[in-house]
């Protein structure tokens, strides 16, 4: 792996959704341990909290080992189908996501 690279250079597939009118959850689905690893440590409830302007305690993040898979699901600021909603099926919002920087394994040294 590349130092700086994002999520979206290793992941296979990044993608955003609606979990119900209220709700919007994120796939990452990584082809491999070692990358899974790197996105699962790279990946923090306030940084996604800071990236989609959501209290971080609303952040729940689901780690799927076996498939190297992990689930981001949070409330929705706008629900769906509202005046102001911009992406009714939240199909674009995985972007931001995409550009977070893997942390590489030296980040994680005690000095």
Known sequence: MLGNATIGD???LVRSK???P???TFDIFLGNEQDYRAVRDSVSADEIGRLYAVDASDVDIFNIPELYV???SFPR???QGSFHDRDMHSGQQHIPLSGIEIRSQS???PF
Request: overall charge positive; glycine content about 6%.
């Open 70 to 72: 992990i689930k981001i």
């Open 107 to 109: 980040d994680k040294l």
């Open 77 to 79: 600021r706008i629900s």
């Open 22 to 24: 209220f709700w919007i």
């Open 18 to 20: 609606n979990a119900g």
């Open 10 to 12: 290793i992941a296979h």
